[in-house]
Nanobody, 121 residues
Framework: QVQVVESGGGSVQPGGSLRLSCSAS????????MGWFRQAPGKDRDFLAR????????RYANSVKGRFTVSRDNAGTTGSLQMNSLKPDDTAIYYC??????????????WGQGTQVTVST
């Protein structure tokens, strides 16, 4: 059974940085694309970034391109999302998920519990 756990959320001032981690377990977890999404109160769950199973390919949403960096270890079971130049609009619950090479949340089968990121003064 595949399980996904995020960690590293918290509160930060505008312009600050946070690094989220994602740990995936299960025999087939390393075969999946690892995606990052976020959901703010009252809004849809939005795609942020994804990384291929071997870590060689990445893709970013325009809203975070140049500020966020996604990565994955060689084993494919641990990943991270480095977030720089954070803005108040980045405040949301952030999710790591495993699925196919896609921007759509519906294409991801396994989800973590989410971690809160709050950007404020």
């Amino acid at each position: 059974q595949v399980q996904v756990v995020e960690s590293g959320g918290g509160s930060v001032q505008p312009g600050g940085s946070l690094r989220l981690s994602c740990s995936a377990s299960g025999r087939t977890s390393s075969y999946y694309t690892m995606g990052w999404f976020r959901q703010a109160p009252g809004k849809d769950r939005d795609f942020l970034a994804r990384v291929s199973p071997d870590g060689s390919a990445v893709r970013y949403a325009n809203s975070v391109k140049g500020r966020f960096t996604v990565s994955r270890d060689n084993a494919g079971t641990t990943g991270s999302l480095q977030m720089n130049s954070l803005k108040p609009d980045d405040t949301a619950i952030y999710y790591c998920a495993l699925g196919t090479w896609s921007d759509r949340s519906a294409d991801y089968n396994y989800w973590g519990q989410g971690t809160q990121v709050t950007v404020s003064t």
